[in-house]
């Protein structure tokens, strides 16, 4: 069944079988976004995702599905993420500067090229980081990044081509065929 | 070992490489319950999914009162208002001869069809609720 049958479902008979089948497809990605926002904290990652799909539950009648459902749900985990933030500021100073968490699953910790790679992101800036997130780990488009993180799509396309750029730079010692 | 200058001639490959690196970076996450969770917390009536009646009634209200206030604010008397209501009097008398007419009511008919077409899934749920 697809996301649009399943949001249907869930609107017209307040089915929530149907919008538990929702979160499970798309629990990964939200999660992972978070953890990539919070810098790897994942029990906040996992507070704000809970908070995204009860939002999402809430919203629904308000998903038009102009856009993707997945990148929906994204946009309401940023919103969230961004209030924690502001909370967090009232309380507790926050380096802004300070970069995000890259997601590399530790099971590939072991790989020379893996821990090179996590260490080369390391150095990019904090939008850099979300830009390759938000493209490669969460394969959306140019312009759904922008419509998500209210970007003017050059800044996109810019930080996109900037951080590879980097990371190739930073890699270049790095040659796999020799 | 020489290193390979991912800026030189194989620049394509090693971006594509390095494109697939970056998304083999994303590790799946299982559920372990979370999605029960969320299913826990959900509110009990999802009073959202549907406008409520209240807000639409607050809407008319506010846009009745509005209109009613631009009339009083252009200083309409209160001949220009009696001209209007007589007005509108004399077109819904004259709408009574219209809604006898057999094409009229045809229309009327087609247009509650799609209508009752159109939102079947809700008055479905509405009558089995």
Redesign the interface.
């Known amino acids: 069944m697809t996301d649009a049958e399943l949001i249907a479902r869930a609107l017209v008979t307040d089915d929530r079988a149907a919008f538990g089948l929702l979160v499970q497809r798309h629990q990964s990605a939200v999660r992972n976004f978070l953890r990539h926002l919070t810098r790897g904290d994942a029990a906040l990652a996992d507070d704000l995702a809970q908070e995204t799909f009860v939002q999402a539950w809430r919203g629904l009648a308000r998903f038009r599905g102009e856009a993707n459902f997945a990148t929906w749900l994204l946009g309401i985990a940023h919103n969230h993420w961004r209030n924690a933030r502001r909370r967090q500021r009232n309380h507790t100073p926050l380096d802004e500067t300070r970069e995000t968490e890259f997601a590399v699953p530790a099971t590939t910790g072991t790989s020379d090229l893996q821990h090179d790679l996590a260490a080369a992101l390391r150095e990019l800036s904090a939008d850099e980081q979300l830009a390759l997130h938000l493209g490669y780990q969460q394969g959306l488009s140019h312009g759904e990044i922008a419509a998500l993180l209210d970007w003017p799509l050059g800044t996109v396309k810019t930080h996109l081509a900037r951080s590879k750029e980097k990371l190739r730079h930073l890699l270049a010692a790095w040659n796999p065929q020799t | ?7 030189t001639s194989a620049n394509t490959n ?2 594509a490489r ?2 697939a ?11 372990h319950g ?6 826990a ?3 009990a009536v ?1 009073e ?4 409520a009646l209240s807000r639409r009634l607050v809407v008319c209200i506010v846009g009745a009162g509005a209109g009613c206030g631009l009339v009083l604010w252009r200083g309409v008397s209160g001949t220009e208002l009696e001209s209007g209501a007589d007005r509108l009097g004399d077109a819904l008398v004259n709408l009574g001869p219209s809604l006898a007419d057999p094409l009229f009511t045809a229309a009327l008919g087609v247009t509650l069809f799609s209508l009752v077409v159109a939102f079947r ?2 008055l479905r ?1 509405k009558l089995r609720s």
Do not use: C, G
């Not at chain 2, 690196?21 to 559920?31: G, H, K, M, N, W």
């Not at chain 2, 979370?34 to 299913?39: G, H, Q, T």
């Open positions: 070992m020489e290193p390979a200058d991912l800026n090693d971006d390095l494109e690196l970056l998304r083999r970076a994303a590790p799946e996450l299982s559920d979370f999605s029960a969770r969320v299913l917390a959900l509110p999802t959202s999914h549907t406008p899934a809700e749920h």
